[in-house]
């Protein structure tokens, strides 16, 4: 059980907060959300947040305790080229924590991926990687490469929303899977602290999703008890694989208004010519509360099946499909789903994240 526990905390370090144990634990407790705000005022940990070309960038790393950390270094790439490495410098310490700084200039054009390296004497080199809102750590640097923050020079990737009525979803899957979802492991994930905090005046959540209380409640818009996923082929390939096991999330919608049809994919791709055996994890994040598929549950939960092989199209599960409710407040919330191992030991694919809004 100890390893299972350390397996999904290393996938999932934000949703599981104090469950990892202590070999896990020795990670440094470093944070880089690039969109938060340096204490108290800012700048933002990315600063600028969507820089223009040829200008100087500066990145900012927070950790806990103080004086944790000792030395790091910020890695980045260009268009895909090969990983540059540059040292991150002492910035201050604010609010009980140490912040560290790498900066470089970026070209006047390009695609940048980057994630962070941290080293303190008393714990395992921590590397930090993830998205706009989010930060994750690993003891893994290929994990943190094949995982990095990344920006477009010149674009700021602001949404715009969408009339009603004018997406075509795509077509609902109608042939089942033959196995059935495990029992949830019976377990309370704690709030993470890695992700920025909801604002004062933080909407109500869309009546889809488990109220903002200590028991999750079912809206009327879903049925209380977890329908087993339905598979089937998806019209669409990947053009370029980069993994033999992947994941990708699929939404209706990028901004949910009342009334739409909000549906939500799972497009799994196996590249080999075996069935493989796997857990599918799929869970919603709202405002740093998490709920696992298919349980919709803050106890962790996941689906076991046996993927076969997909060569052109891949298999695509209904992970949720209902008519959405009009609120009366907008919001944001995000999906996240990978494929872990049967003894769950080990991350098979990689980690998607689809974030979505309501108005």
């Known amino acids: 059980m100890r390893g299972k526990i350390w397996i999904i905390g290393l996938l999932f370090l934000p949703v599981l907060g104090d469950l990892v144990p202590v070999d896990a634990q020795d990670l440094i407790d470093a944070v ?28 900012y790393l927070g950790v806990q305790p103080v004086g ?5 270094d910020l890695h980045y790439r260009v268009d895909g080229g090969a990983w540059l490495s540059i040292p991150m410098v002492f910035f201050a310490t604010i609010e009980e924590a140490d912040y560290w700084v790498g900066s470089f200039t970026v070209p006047s ?70 196995t059935t979802p495990t029992a949830p492991v ?102 740093g509360m998490y709920w696992f598929w298919p349980e919709w549950s803050e106890g962790i939960s996941y689906y076991s099946t046996g993927l076969n092989p997909t060569s052109t199209t891949p298999a695509t599960y209904v992970i949720l499909d209902f008519p959405w409710t009009d609120v009366q407040s907008s919001g944001y919330a995000s999906f996240l789903s990978a494929m872990i191992s049967p003894d769950l030991t080990e991350m098979l694919s990689n980690l998607d994240v689809e974030h979505f809004e309501w108005y």
Do not use: C
Request: hydrophobic share 30%; no cysteine.
């Open 32 to 59: 880089h959300v690039p969109a938060q705000l340096v204490p108290p005022t800012g700048p933002t940990m990315r600063d600028p947040l969507y820089p223009g070309g040829s200008l100087p960038v500066d990145f």
């Open 186 to 287: 019976t377990m309370t994930p704690m709030p993470p602290t890695t992700t920025p905090a909801a604002p004062t005046d933080t909407p109500a959540a869309p009546t889809m999703t488990p109220g903002m209380t200590d028991t999750p409640q079912h809206s009327t818009a879903t049925p209380t008890v977890p329908v087993p996923p339905t598979e089937t082929a998806t019209p669409s390939a990947s053009p370029t694989p980069a993994f033999e096991y992947e994941v990708d999330l699929v939404l209706s919608h990028e901004v949910f208004y009342g009334g739409e049809q909000f549906t939500l994919w799972d497009l799994l791709w196996n590249r080999t010519e075996t069935v493989l055996d796997m857990n599918l994890f799929v869970i919603l994040e709202v405002y």
């Open 109 to 178: 054009v390009g695609y940048v991926e980057y994630y962070l390296e941290a080293r303190g004497p008393e714990y395992l080199t921590t590397y930090v990687y993830g998205e706009d809102n989010h930060s994750f750590t690993t003891g893994d640097e290929p994990v943190a490469q094949g995982n990095p923050f990344e920006f477009t020079i010149g674009v700021s990737p602001t949404p715009t929303p969408t009339a009603p009525g004018t997406e075509t979803p795509l077509p609902t899957p109608t042939t089942p899977p033959s």
């Open 68 to 72: 944790a950390m000792d030395a790091g």
